[in-house]
């Protein structure tokens, strides 16, 4: 089919590998990867597959946190309760 077609009818290219490898590149520096993830999952020019990626990131990123808060509150708890 032609890619002007392909286009017309909202089907997208797929995300190259170069620009995967950019994006794991950024996903690398710190501050600068929470704020790509949400230009990434809210931007307008940003490939569907690629904004979806960036979304799930997201949620995993929020649910590590949580997690996180979860285990740290337990461990002061149980050093809270030895110091007893």
Known sequence: MDNNFKQSMGFEPPVSLG?????????IIPI???V???VWAFGSGTNASKAN????TRV?????IG???LFLGALVSI??????
């Open 19 to 27: 620009e995967w490898m950019i994006t794991m590149l950024i996903m």
């Open 32 to 34: 600068v990867n929470i």
């Open 36 to 38: 790509m993830l949400f």
């Open 53 to 56: 990626w960036a979304k799930a």
């Open 60 to 64: 995993w990123m929020l649910i590590g």
């Open 67 to 69: 997690l996180s808060i």
């Open 79 to 84: 050093f809270l309760h030895m110091m007893k």
